[in-house]
């Protein structure tokens, strides 16, 4: 049967309820779309948030859905792409690992099997569209945060010192790096006095930044880039008796990307003053609207460069998990659609998560953990 044929049978098998889910929706015996998945890691309750999402989605959407795992192997993903093209998959969602996995991408497309990207980017103008919020901005707007805080926390005080916590060199981590530090940069009396490399693990991040501390001077403030690094500079303040609410004299300011149901409660107590937070629920829903828009009318049904969407754009009917509405508050819009290595970047929004919005049922990290 035809994709676009495959689409009109999905409708019906939608109105009908007919379709379970598991780990893999559907069946070989039944003509719904079949939509390889191709994820960076397991465990951990980000991760969790981001393919469960994408699963219920897919399930309401009726399609025959297969999730896979390279975790963080691009030799894996790209074997794990190139068996859904063997397997003559109607089209892929991944997230790229990195470069390497250009190739089995183009492949795909060589085959006329869309490949659409969430999360990670990917570098190859075969991607139809890639769905996520922006690490750079993210990285700049904690960055932007950071020198806010450490003005309002100490007005007196003339120049700052960030100690910048970095995770291992890849796309997403070199881009929360260089959008923070590309601002930083252009602030007076605001300096990142040490940048120091963790595996992006609470453990490493942990003994990496008690290592530091021990060998110098605390600084004004810190830049964690994600979310376990968040939680292991808070283990190491609190080994060392540094840790320190908002308000207090020797608080030490924090920011960084990543919300989340560990980081939300160092918010409330006023340990991390702000995150960036991923619409990380909403991610491979959204592509698989895209996915959809796609088959029914080609590159036309895409966004484009240029343009912003929004609930009016992609909207979803809420479901009720975990004792919320999941999806009923479209915190990823608006999105800002741009291009870059050849293809469309779908920017959703980044949320500014704070101690007077932490308790939002809307994000992710409220809804899973």
Known sequence: MHITSRRGYLRSVVAASAVGVAGCMGSEDDDSLRVGVSQHLVGGDWVTAFYEAGELYAEEQGLDYNIVSHDQDSAEQVTDIRQFVAEGYDAIIAAPFDEAVDEA???AAEEGIPVFTVNDPGTTDSIKTFTAFGNTEAGATCAELMVETLEEQNPDQDEF?????RGAFNQQSNARTDGFDEYIAEQDGVEVVDTIQTDWSIDDSQSTTEDYLSANDAPDGVYPTNMTCGIGVQNAFEQLDLQSPAGESDHIVQTQPDAGPDVNP???EGY???AVDQPVHFYIPLAIQQLLDYIDSGDDALPQPGDTVDQNDYSFDPIEYNGTQLWEDPIWAPATVEEQDGHTHVLTAG?????ENV???G???NIWG
């Open 105 to 107: 991408i183009d492949e």
């Open 161 to 165: 010192s960030v100690l910048h916590v």
């Open 266 to 268: 160092l918010i409330k």
């Open 272 to 274: 991390v003053d702000a």
């Open 351 to 355: 949320i500014v998560v704070t101690d």
């Open 359 to 361: 308790d939002n049922p």
């Open 363 to 365: 994000l992710w990290g």
